[in-house]
């Protein structure tokens, strides 16, 4: 026979596992919240693919590079770019493989 859990245990568990992770709920937040935005996560589906500078995502998607530029400091933020400097350009691309592989997952769902 199954022991049945007392509803005041359950809850001081939840509680506490949302506040051990509520560093990482903060950041899976911002990270929902830069990808709400249909050019960001564009973006982010180009960036996982390869690396591009900000001349090139602007004649991509059409966006002014003062946007591109505050867009990739966003991503800079989350620690999701890396940085390749090339002369006076640089490249950024995504640099977390679970990132990557979360928006392959995006991908193949929506496909």
Do not use: W
Request: aromatic letters at 8%; a neutral charge; one cysteine or more.
């Amino acid at each position: 026979m199954e022991e049945s859990v007392s509803h005041e245990h359950f809850s001081s568990e939840v509680r506490e596992l949302l506040l051990e992770n509520e560093k990482d709920l903060e950041r899976a937040l911002k990270l929902i919240n830069l990808l709400s935005n249909p050019t960001r996560l564009k973006m982010a589906f180009l960036l996982c693919k390869e690396e591009f500078c900000i001349n090139d995502l602007e004649r991509i998607l059409g966006v002014e590079q003062s946007l591109i530029s505050h867009y990739v400091r966003a991503f800079k933020d989350l620690n999701l770019t890396k940085e390749r400097k090339e002369g006076r350009r640089r490249f950024y691309s995504i640099s977390d493989k679970k990132i990557q592989e979360f928006f392959n997952a995006i991908r193949i769902t929506v496909s």
